[in-house]
C-alpha cells in the first residue's frame, strides 16, 4: 500500500535555529501534499496544501515565512520552520494525495519538534 | 463549507463491551467521511472511509460506521472493544476533492479508554 515517510520522527533544537522536516511518498507520486500541526490533546489544523512545481497555499494564520513549505518533486515535500521559538513545538504530520487523485490520503508517522 | 463535530472528547468503556464514538458533520456538498485513529505519538490510520457508496462502511479491526444523511452523522461502532483500541480517534470530512482542493477538515477527536 501507499506509504509516507517523515524525517525526522524527533528533533530538538534551539531557540533561533531553523529546522526541516521531509515527507516523501515512497511507492506512488503525490501530486499534493498537505501539512498539518498538531498541539498535544488537540486536533490536527491544516497549515498548508504543497502542490508540486507550484507555491504552497497557505490557511489563514499560517505565517508562509516561518514556515517554508517546498515541494520539488513527485516524492518530496519538505517543511522549514525557521528562526524557530518555544512556541512552535509542536507535532507537525503530513499527508500526501495519489496523483491519480483517489479520494484518499496517506499519512505520515509525523514529526515531534522541540524548540529548547 | 465543511463541519464536523466529535460529540464526545473521551470515551471509556470495558474490554468486551461495545464502542460508540459519534460524530456530526455539516457539508454544502456531498461529502465524503473518514474515521482515522492515533496512537499515541504516531501518525494517523485510516479506519475506514465513505465516499457515497454503501452508507455502512466496514472498516479495519472490527469498526464500522454508518452515514445517516438524514441525521447528518458518521458514528463509528465497534461490537466489542479490545485493548489495544485504546487511542485518539479522528472523524474527518472532505468535500469533493476537486473542489475542495483535497482538503481534510478534522473534528476535534475523541478519545477511547478500554478498561481491563
Known amino acids: 500500500g501507499a506509504v509516507v515517510s517523515q524525517h525526522p520522527s524527533r528533533v530538538i533544537c534551539k531557540s533561533g535555529t531553523s529546522v526541516k522536516i521531509e515527507c516523501r511518498s515512497l511507492?506512488?507520486?503525490?501530486?499534493?501534499m498537505f501539512w498539518y500541526r498538531q498541539f498535544p490533546k488537540q486536533s490536527l489544523m491544516l497549515m498548508a496544501t504543497?502542490?508540486?512545481?507550484?507555491?504552497?497555499?497557505?490557511e489563514q494564520g499560517v505565517e508562509k515565512d516561518k514556515f517554508l513549505i517546498n515541494h520539488a518533486s513527485l516524492t518530496l515535500s519538505t517543511l522549514t520552520v525557521t528562526s524557530a521559538h518555544p512556541e512552535d513545538s509542536s507535532f507537525y504530520i503530513c499527508?500526501?494525495?495519489?496523483?491519480?487523485?483517489?479520494?484518499?490520503?496517506?499519512f505520515g508517522a509525523g514529526s515531534r519538534l522541540t524548540v529548547l | 463549507a465543511q463541519s464536523v463535530t466529535q460529540l464526545d472528547s473521551h470515551v471509556s468503556v470495558s474490554e468486551g463491551t461495545p464502542v460508540l464514538l459519534r460524530c456530526n458533520y455539516s457539508?454544502?456538498?456531498?461529502?465524503?467521511l473518514f474515521w482515522y485513529v492515533q496512537h499515541p505519538n504516531k501518525g494517523l490510520q485510516l479506519l475506514l472511509k465513505?465516499?457515497?457508496?454503501?452508507?455502512l462502511v466496514k472498516g479495519i479491526n472490527g469498526f464500522e460506521a454508518e452515514f445517516k444523511k438524514s441525521e447528518t452523522s458518521f458514528h463509528l461502532t465497534k461490537p466489542s472493544a479490545h485493548m489495544s483500541d485504546a487511542a485518539e480517534y479522528f472523524c474527518?470530512?472532505?468535500?469533493?476533492?476537486?473542489?475542495?482542493?483535497?482538503?481534510?477538515?478534522f473534528g476535534q477527536g475523541t478519545e477511547l479508554s478500554v478498561k481491563p
Open positions: 499527508s500526501a494525495r495519489h496523483r491519480t487523485g483517489a479520494n484518499v490520503l496517506t
Open positions: 511507492d506512488f507520486q503525490a501530486t499534493t
Open positions: 504543497s502542490n508540486e512545481g507550484s507555491k504552497a497555499t497557505y
Open positions: 457539508s454544502s456538498y456531498s461529502p465524503s
Open positions: 465513505y465516499t457515497s457508496a454503501a452508507t
Open positions: 474527518v470530512v472532505s468535500g469533493p476533492f476537486y473542489n475542495q482542493g483535497g482538503k481534510l477538515i
